[in-house]
């Protein structure tokens, strides 16, 4: 009681001040009563370059001209299109069952293919699924997509997953695993490794608007935000997560806007663009490693493809709808307007260009379904660094059975 | 990290050689007072790492400290360890080695884990702190799907191996429901990861160092009752115990007492009461690792009395004391006197006002010893 009696006596000494509370130091003190209604923000805008047609919006600067040029210009059509080769010859395969599952990136090349040619080629990557285009723009060949698929001896991973759960430690490119969005807290964890060791890579996730829906989410952009850490968050929205339109899955103004609640930089891009992509990411980039601050991309696009093999997307969208999209979004239509219009590619060369990529994708995996399977016993490594005497046993049982 | 990880083995391997000689502190706690005064001189004397009087909490500090200052990669976080943790395991770390390595996450257990698999995935020896493990369920997915997996679904080529997730658990004696679970058995059905526990300050100090340098994925569970009831004389330096191995630390001839964490300190008592009322003789073993665990020493043990009871506080409907009566059950059938028993939690949330009645006291344990005796 006397302790207590001297506490207050002495704070009671000090004048009073207009406090601050700790959770928002910073607001003002108001007298009128206003709910904020989200429906009085107006929607963030969606940054583009060229539209629909290739054609430069007004004020808009020349990416492709000034800064990509004609040559990186073509590799990067070149690449988006032996995307789309690949994924119609390994969804064609899928159907014959020569492969037991696959996604296609169709009507997302040019977020995908963009934001690999924006970030450095040693920027550790964590994946959601859908940007294995990614590990193709920096070099992959179609065999090492193939062996995956296939899961034989020459996968890295020995099988062990479905298809299109790639990763490379050469590439920078964490192997993707298949819950949504588990993968972008460890790019936050990667971010925070990485500036202990000075290091200047960056650290971009990849994840759809529907995985941003999970606490995984939440945490991660919250994380970033509150340790600086400056993690390139890449979000691909859709439109779908499997059948839920992106009006199901939240009521704000899209994943930018919610950035921007978590206190981090966030910008609404026309992903079905190349050029503002890739603008778009170089600059988060820059901003994020030099001030060491998070920064959201929504990179808006239209997932023309059904979600993977085992879907059929005609069940719960018009057929309207996607032609609509088909014709309008597809984001390789859109580049090769803008080079032809420049006279940087021959339309002519394109059916010759697709039958080489696709005679290459069936070799590869005719190489690949014809390969051994990795031996049952490498079945029992990795679990642990080394193998505990429990799994030694096991594996024992397994190879032992299969001698007889 | 693995080159990291490999230096510091390299660092370290002299003193784990010396483990013999100092993990006698082990059974300070089962002494009489002259026989402890006389193995602490013994200890002081012969051991170029001398031993200090910790408790658990302490002893943890004092691990965590070891860790900071062996391996600079090593950082320390979660919610609250900045000014030292509810629990004080994380005092003055910050002081010592800044608030880049000892520091505040926001409260998010999800995020807490999935960020130190970023960081261990990316060579930073991660080392998380879950306030309690009544509330590490956020953080399931990300230990389960992820940290477990990250190393087999890669085929090697990237692992979290330098990830240790602390966890305080167990009764507390006021806990209630979301401050006393006990929820090793969740993560035991999780191959690729290892779950550890220690039942005083020195094996918590030597288990705890072993797991934050083991390259595979560790839960640390400590059980939160010991950390300052429990005291002991702990080295102050570096050493580890062996993780994957349980430790006899009673030994006996009638019957085998498996348990773990502070259940061995029920199940000491136990042991010393029935050999002295009733001439019954339990040898005591602390799995201490509980995934992968030592079916060898258990076996090996009951192969020899005969009989096995397994005391564990979680609920007892595939607790841990299922599989390993199932184990030894398999490797002992033809030794075994009688049935095993299993004495462990009832199947209820865990009770606040009737936590006694809930929990394998030592009444329900002799109880035990004595249904395997008399069968």
Same mark, same amino acid.
């Given at each position: ?202 650290? =971009? /996730?990849?994840? &759809?608007?529907? #995985? ?10 919250? +994380?970033? @935000? $509150? ?31 919610? =950035? /921007?609640?978590? &206190?981090?930089? #966030? ?10 992509? +890739?603008? @778009? $990411? ?31 997307? =005609? ?90 | ?375």
């Amino acid at each position: 009681m006397l302790r207590s009696t001297r506490h207050i006596t002495r704070h009671a000494a000090r004048a009073l001040v207009t406090i601050r509370y700790p959770g928002a130091a910073t607001a003002p003190y108001t007298s009128s009563l206003n709910l904020e209604h989200a429906e009085a923000v107006p929607p963030m805008s969606c940054f583009r370059i060229m539209n629909e047609r290739g054609k430069l919006l007004p004020g808009a600067v020349d990416y492709g001209a000034e800064v990509v040029g004609k040559e990186k210009a073509v590799d990067l059509f070149k690449c988006m299109l032996r995307l789309n080769e690949m994924d119609v010859t390994l969804l064609q395969a899928q159907r014959q069952g020569r492969i037991a599952f696959y996604m296609s990136t169709f009507g997302e090349e040019a977020a995908v293919i963009g934001s690999a040619a924006a970030l450095r080629d040693d920027d550790t990557i964590f994946a959601q699924y859908r940007e294995h285009g990614v590990l193709l723009y920096r070099g992959m060949n179609y065999d090492f997509f193939c062996n995956q698929c296939c899961g034989n001896v020459l996968d890295s991973a020995k099988g062990r997953q479905m298809p299109m759960h790639f990763g490379s430690n050469e590439k920078h490119f964490h192997t993707i695993s298949s819950p949504l969005a588990t993968q972008i807290p460890h790019a936050v964890g990667a971010a925070y490794s990485l500036k202990m060791q000075g290091s200047k890579q960056a650290v =971009a /996730v990849f994840f &759809g608007e529907g #995985a941003a829906s999970e606490g995984d989410f939440a945490a991660a952009i919250n +994380m970033a @935000a $509150v340790m600086d850490l400056g993690v390139l968050f890449l979000c691909r929205n859709n439109g779908y997560a499997i059948s839920t339109r992106s009006t199901e899955q939240y009521r704000g103004d899209g994943i930018a806007r919610r =950035a /921007v609640g978590y &206190g981090v930089a #966030a910008l609404r891009v026309d992903g079905n663009d190349i050029w503002a992509t +890739m603008r @778009a $990411v170089e600059e988060a980039r820059k901003f994020s490693k030099e001030n060491d601050k998070p920064a959201l991309l929504e990179l808006m696009t239209y997932r023309t493809s059904h979600h993977s093999t085992s879907d059929d997307s =005609a069940r719960y969208r018009s057929e309207d709808e996607m032609s609509m999209y088909a014709q309008s979004a597809s984001p390789i239509d859109r580049l090769r307007k803008y080079l032809v219009a420049r006279q940087w590619w021959d339309v002519g060369e394109e059916e010759e260009f697709r039958n080489e990529q696709r005679q290459q994708v069936i070799n590869a995996l005719t190489k690949a379904e014809t390969a051994p399977k990795p031996g049952v016993d490498t079945m029992f490594d990795d679990v642990y660094a080394c193998k505990p005497a429990h799994l030694v046993a096991q594996e024992k049982e397994v190879t032992e059975r299969l001698r007889k | 990290m693995n080159s990291i990880t490999s230096a510091i083995r390299r660092v370290v391997s002299p003193l784990r050689c010396n483990t013999d000689q100092v993990l006698r502190g082990c059974q300070f706690r089962s002494l009489s007072f002259a026989a402890q005064a006389a193995e602490e001189k013994s200890i002081e004397e012969t051991t170029p790492n001398p031993a200090v009087k910790m408790n658990l909490f302490t002893a943890v500090n004092s691990a965590l400290q070891v860790a900071l200052a062996t391996d600079d990669s090593a950082v320390v976080f979660g919610e609250d360890v900045a000014f030292g943790g509810v629990f004080r395991c994380s005092s003055d770390l910050q002081a010592q080695f800044g608030s880049e390595r000892i520091f505040n996450t926001p409260l998010c257990e999800q995020g807490i884990v999935g960020f130190g698999i970023g960081l261990a995935a990316s060579g930073t020896t991660a080392i998380a702190e879950i306030q309690f493990a009544d509330y590490i369920y956020p953080a399931f997915d990300q230990l389960v799907n992820e940290a477990a997996k990250y190393r087999y679904r890669s085929g090697g080529m990237f692992n979290c191996g330098g990830l240790t997730v602390r966890t305080p658990c167990g009764a507390v004696g006021h806990g209630g429901h979301y401050h006393s679970q006990s929820p090793e058995a969740y993560f035991c059905h999780t191959p690729g990861l290892r779950v550890v526990t220690c039942r005083d300050p020195f094996t918590a100090k030597g288990l705890l160092l072993a797991s934050i340098r083991e390259e595979d994925p560790v839960i640390f569970l400590e059980p939160k009752v010991l950390y300052r009831a429990s005291t002991g004389m702990v080295p102050e330096g570096d050493y580890e115990i062996d993780l994957g191995k349980a430790e006899v630390v009673r030994k006996g001839r009638d019957v085998t007492m498996v348990g773990w964490g502070a259940q061995i300190r029920v199940l000491l008592e136990v042991a010393e009461q029935v050999e002295k009322e009733l001439q019954v003789s339990c040898e005591v073993v602390d799995l201490q690792s509980l995934l992968p665990w030592d079916v060898d020493t258990v076996s090996k043990s009951v192969q020899k009395t005969g009989r096995l009871l397994i005391a564990h506080e979680a609920p007892v409907t595939s607790g841990l004391g299922s599989e390993i009566s199932a184990a030894v059950q398999e490797n002992c059938f033809l030794s075994l006197k009688a049935p095993i028993q299993r004495i462990a939690g009832y199947d209820l949330p865990f009770p606040f006002i009737h936590e006694k009645n809930y929990l394998p006291g030592k009444q329900r344990c002799t109880e035990g010893v004595l249904k395997a005796i008399d069968y």
